[in-house]
């Protein structure tokens, strides 16, 4: 661009870019040009648009505009203040029906009740403020501090100044590591590569020019000649005029969008919202039945209300709020351990009921790094598979070619087309003292160093000692590079070059033949083939040559007459683990779905790659309609993607708008969905998933302040153990609310039976517990061993059904049955111990206390065995290591203490009412707890001969790979 020295700035006032305008520029109002009109506009009147010079705005225009248009800033999620993570520890469905109950006993004046209660009730709450306030605090340290700084033109003077003083006009010089603080329309540009994978999703460096578009509607993937806010400047320079700042720009319209997107409730939320209806529903039902009951006996009103307030206390498991976040909490402890941070609790169990997974697939399915794949020589290559960062990769066949029988002659033309790759090179690639690696250049090229140090440590420094005579620098017009190098221990010289296909190839005369092992006359088209073939798996392509010269000089004109040495094919590859994940998701029922901005044919290799599409029917693997892309998704109305969502696994070009859909359109069809993203356009749908996981890396801070998930590592195969631990999860709270409410239903059955047998005792009716009695079962069995079960290791079978989703129930088939004949056999046999005592032993006399304290001991007694069969709803207790556990065998010990103490210890007596014992009771009562053991067995094995735990959740479809 040449230089413009007609144009002034007077006292903040513009001369108009074009030389023959003589009016004032300037915004007059505050309305700014749209997009389309910056982007198809030429330079020159780009710069009339935005009423600007190439000199920049003067000091006063500038904050003009900055009063106008507001300072340069994105709406931000504000840190939730603790007051809030606080409150929100008692937003808990089974948190109201506590606080009820201790309202109602502390009205009775039953204090110790209440106090009790209401223990549990803040405990629980500790607990989970706590968890949610380390997430917090490990968010932050993730989060940037720093408010970038831009160099700008004012009044002819170049600046630094804040981003956030940026304004539409302002003309910013662009240079490496600069990354973009608002969306700005290129001017000049010199080799300018820029990273937008923040913003788009495309994993590859675009190189950006001034040149105008053509169609106003082009998308941000393709704007090439726009600097979009987020982006980072990976290699060139040049200037550039804002044109959108603050809520304007693409990454702020994508903040303002998830600023609107509702959040939902998690599975698990809604889950104890339904247990805690069920709850008020039994509360109210057995409050009836104890009125009519007791109506029906002639019992006096306070009898009747004090049978039913012991009922409710039956029903009500003051322990499951601080089990579930036990629970939560262990599997959080453990999920960070495999680098999978959880920022709330209730997200923990909600990877457990995930069935859909929408990844990203940058960094996350492939390595966040580019590398040599495949090396191709005539018919004849070999693939790249790397093995480490410190091992050699190991060689195999090229697909669809093959590999010279001489092993020797393969690894000696190898050796020689990395030379000559190295030789042509301006990246940098060195090691440290302290092992640790120096890398500076473009990422197709640090590849191709990796790769020769991986299988010649040597050749990186003895390659390079010298610098070269001459180069011939890359550029995106030429597409090449070329060095002149004086080699080692010889008199003649050696032009290298390297660079696109479409170019190099023409250059070369002859190509290497490994079946004649000389060098032979090229066949062009056979070579362009190769290298499509190559590009169609979505590998940028590289062709390597040379030829020796005479001379101590070259021009660009000058590369020709080549020797073609082969071709190398880069690209990132997928993470080593990501295919057995993604194999282990399918095994588990759980679909994956690949949602990027990249390429199709590299989004569809990628995806046959690590097998995201088998079992799809493709007929040509190179077709793109196995993969839709944003441009497709732009024609398809939200009826028919409902109709096609569940069976499509790639979506390539994708912008934030269309993830948002599949997101939506997932869940309409009553899918759990997870979705990956680690930029600023997947903000949306992390917010809007029912899991929302985000890259702790490479991410951005708009993507983990967005997700409830963070991976520290951003590997897909985190997620997987992340689903696992969440169905374990799920798994655990299923034995412990069976757990609990199997006490309480043999409480409630063995009250009711009382009342209805009616026994009397000095003319009043007897029932086998007082409420402090039920609170002292529920505190020395369901207080101590619930907590134990939560210690419980997962168990494999849950990852062999299909995912539970959202529709899954807490009482399902098997916990109902389980319910059904561990309650009657607790009420029963409670009743029976109560009965005996009662009416039938003669040493006890009708002693109301003692028969109460046998019925007591009896249901603590039923539960300590119990818990040993709820350490798995489906394995026999014979199949399980006795001491696996150990939390659990303390706790058991503990509890048949605490019991021995309230049978037999004075004070616990007075409180209690209780009595001694007599020995031979004992014996009645284990013979009795055993029995429970045996009836658990025998239902565990039709169980597991019905198969019930391997079925999912309610929808057919979610079970489909």
């Known amino acids: 661009m040449a230089a413009i020295d007609h144009r002034d700035v007077r006292h903040g006032a513009l001369t108009c870019a074009r030389p023959d305008e003589n009016e004032v520029c300037g915004l007059s109002n ?54 809030r993570i606080a409150l929100d520890q008692f937003t808990n469905p089974i948190i109201y029906v506590l606080l009820a109950a201790a309202i109602i006993t502390a009205v009775l004046d039953h204090y110790t009740d209440t106090i ?28 940037e501090m720093a408010t970038p700084e831009v160099d700008v033109r004012r009044g002819a003077r170049v600046e630094r100044i804040s981003s956030e003083e940026l304004v539409p006009g302002d003309v910013v010089l662009v240079g490496v590591g600069m990354r973009a603080a608002a969306d700005m329309r290129i001017v000049r540009s010199v080799e300018l590569l820029v990273d937008e994978s923040a913003l788009t999703g495309e994993s590859e460096p675009i190189l950006k020019s001034p040149d105008a578009l053509e169609d106003p509607a082009t998308l941000p993937a393709d704007s090439t000649n726009v600097l979009h806010a987020g982006s980072m400047v990976t290699e060139g320079n040049g200037v550039a005029v804002v044109f959108a700042t603050g809520a304007h720009t693409e990454l702020g319209k994508i903040a303002e969008v998830v600023a609107e997107v509702a959040t939902i409730d998690t599975p698990l939320q809604r889950r104890l919202h339904r247990f805690a209806n069920v709850l008020v529903a039994a509360m109210v039902v057995l409050a009836l039945v104890t009125v009519v009951i007791g109506l029906l006996r002639g019992m006096d009103l306070l009898t009747i209300f004090l049978v039913a307030v012991a009922l409710a206390v039956s029903v009500i498991p003051e322990a499951l709020p601080i089990v579930v976040t036990a629970v939560l909490s262990i599997g959080v402890w453990a999920m960070a351990k495999r680098n999978v941070l959880v920022r709330k609790l209730p997200a923990a169990e909600t990877l457990g009921s995930v069935n859909y997974i929408c990844s990203d697939k940058t960094g996350t399915i492939t390595q966040n790094v580019m590398t040599a794949q495949t090396v191709l020589w005539g018919r004849y290559g070999i693939n790249l ?72 440590p040597d050749m990186l420094t003895a390659g390079r000692a010298q610098d070269p005579l001459d180069a011939v620098p890359f550029s995106s017009t030429r597409k090449f590079m070329a ?82 040495l082969g071709l190398i094919g880069i690209q990132a590859p997928p993470r080593p683990e990501a295919a057995e994940a993604i194999r282990g998701c399918r095994e588990s029922g759980i679909s994956v779905t690949m949602i990027t901005g990249d390429h199709p044919a590299t989004a569809r290799e990628i995806a046959r790659q690590v097998g995201l599409t088998a079992g799809q029917a493709v007929s040509d693997p190179h077709d793109d309609s196995s993969v839709i892309t944003g441009a497709e998704m732009a024609k398809i109305s939200d009826e028919e993607l409902l109709e096609r969502v569940e069976d499509v696994r790639v979506y390539a070009r994708i912008t934030p708008h269309d993830k948002l859909r599949v997101v939506e359109a997932l869940q309409k069809r009553n899918q759990v969905v997870a979705v990956t993203g680690d930029g600023v356009n997947d903000a949306p749908a ?61 409480e409630v059955i063995a009250l009711l039976g009382a009342l209805a047998i009616n026994w009397q005792v000095n003319g009043e009716t007897a029932v086998p517990f007082l409420a402090a009695q039920i609170l ?17 290791p997962g168990e494999d079978f849950v990852l062999k059904r299909p995912p539970m989703g959202g529709q899954a129930r807490i009482f399902d088939r098997i916990v109902v049955t389980y319910m059904v004949v561990v309650g009657i056999i607790f009420g029963v046999g409670t009743l029976l111990v109560f009965h005996y005592v009662l009416n039938v032993d003669p040493d006890a006399g009708g002693n109301l206390a003692l028969a109460q304290t046998a019925a007591v001991t ?40 605490a019991q021995l103490g309230f049978v037999y210890w004075p004070p616990m007596q007075r409180l209690f009412g209780t009595v001694p014992l007599p020995a031979e009771y004992w014996v009645y009562i284990i013979v009795l707890s055993l029995f429970a053991v045996f009836a658990m067995e025998i239902a565990k094995i039709i169980v597991r001969r019905r198969k019930w735990h391997l079925r999912g959740g309610r929808n057919a479809r979610q079970q489909r790979a």
């Open 776 to 792: 002292w079962i529920n505190l020395v069995t369901n207080g101590l061993q619930d907590v134990a079960l939560a210690f419980e």
């Open 858 to 897: 009896m249901m603590v007694m039923f539960q300590l065995f119990h818990v040993i069969s709820c350490r798995s709803l489906v394995t026999s207790i014979f199949r399980i290591a006795p001491f696996s556990n150990p939390f659990l065998a303390i706790s058991i010990t503990v509890s048949l203490i």
């Open 30 to 83: 505050a309305r700014l040009p749209d997009r389309g009109q910056i982007i198809t506009a030429d330079v020159w009147d780009a710069y009339d648009l935005l009423g600007t010079v190439p000199e920049g705005l003067g000091p006063d225009e500038a904050q003009r505009r900055l009063e106008l248009y507001g300072r340069n800033e994105v709406r931000r999620h504000e840190p939730y203040p603790l007051w």
């Open 116 to 143: 009790i209660i209401m223990a549990v009730v803040v405990f629980n709450a500790i607990v989970g403020f706590f968890q949610e306030y380390k997430a917090a605090a490990a968010m932050k340290a993730l989060r």
């Open 686 to 746: 992390l917010r809007r998933a029912d899991i929302g996981v985000a890259m702790g890396k490479a991410g951005t801070e708009a993507a983990r302040e967005a997700a409830d998930v963070v991976l520290l590592d951003d590997a897909f195969a985190s997620i997987f153990e992340g689903v696992k631990l969440g169905r374990y999860m799920f798994e655990t709270v299923r034995k412990v609310v069976f757990f609990l409410l199997s006490s309480g239903a043999g």
């Open 385 to 456: 598979r790397p093995r480490g960062d410190e091992a050699a990769p190991g060689i195999a066949p090229a697909d669809g070619l093959q590999a010279p029988d001489d092993e020797a002659m393969t690894m000696a033309h190898l050796e020689q087309l990395l030379h000559a790759a190295v030789y042509c090179s301006s990246a940098e690639f060195t090691r440290n003292e302290d092992g640790t690696l120096a890398e500076s250049g473009s990422a197709t090229e640090l590849a191709i160093l990796r790769l020769a140090d991986s299988l010649y």
């Open 483 to 564: 060095t002149l190098r004086q080699l080692d221990d010889a008199e003649e010289r050696m032009l290298f070059a390297k660079g696109a296909t479409e170019v190099i190839l023409p250059r070369c005369r002859r190509a290497w033949d490994a079946d004649a092992n000389e060098y032979v006359q090229i066949d062009q088209q056979r070579w362009a083939e190769q290298a499509a073939e190559l590009g169609a798996k979505g590998q940028r392509v590289l062709a390597v040559a040379r030829r020796e010269w005479s001379g101590y000089t070259v021009e660009a004109d000058e590369v020709e007459d080549l020797v073609l």
